[in-house]
């Protein structure tokens, strides 16, 4: 599966539209196929094949395109991968390997983090194009609230790196009650 690095922290259930221009780019979801999956790492300059060792799997789930033509598309993750090798291709396309790695399921949302979901339902109703991604928002469970609140915060994406091992839902949403309240418990 093709492996596109990108300074984007997606977790399970998020999406994002991407632009794509870069010949290799559109290689990449032309051979996407029926199943329109790719991967994308998250990436860093210092490694060899300039990503993480996980990536976002994703589904292309709508395709347009941006006033100067350039190919827009909105995927959406499926879930988290292990990278088990990469190599690139003669034009510079990575290519990987990867097995599944496990992530947060749903999970009922606890009262006391309701304010979470409260401030995430605002954010999306100040920004509609961000809502417009998400027809069916589940403001109701713990780990789709906490994804999407972790994806739109202005922190680099290393820094919430942190979050796609799989037993750090209660970290996360006490992370979150932490910047949203400016208490600790």
């Given amino acids: ?3 596109f690095p990108l300074p984007v922290f997606l977790l399970p259930g998020g999406v994002t ?3 794509i221009f870069e010949q290799k780019y559109l290689r990449m979801v032309k051979e996407a196929g029926d199943d329109r999956h790719f991967a994308i790492g998250l990436y860093k300059s210092a490694t060899e094949y300039q990503t993480a060792p996980w990536a976002s799997w994703v589904e292309i789930i709508d395709f347009g395109s941006a ?3 350039i190919l827009t598309i909105d995927v959406r993750s499926k879930g988290l991968l292990d990278i088990e090798k990469v190599w ?3 034009d510079g396309l990575r290519q990987a390997h990867f097995t599944e790695r496990m992530h947060w399921t749903r999970t009922e949302l606890l009262p006391r983090y309701q304010h979470i979901s409260d401030e995430l339902a605002r954010i999306f109703n100040q920004n509609p194009e961000l809502a417009a991604l998400y027809p069916e928002p589940r403001f109701e469970d713990a780990a789709w609230v906490a994804g999407r609140f972790l994806e739109v915060l ?3 994406p290393e820094h919430k790196e942190g979050f796609c091992e799989s037993d750090t839902l209660p970290q996360a949403l006490k ?3 932490t910047i949203l ?3 600790e418990d």
Avoid: N, V, W
């Fill in 67 to 69: 006033e100067d033509d």
């Fill in 17 to 19: 539209r991407l632009r």
């Fill in 154 to 156: 202005p922190f680099s």
């Fill in 181 to 183: 309240t400016g208490q």
């Fill in 175 to 177: 992370f979150l009650d």
């Fill in 1 to 3: 599966m093709a492996l």
């Fill in 88 to 90: 690139m291709e003669s």
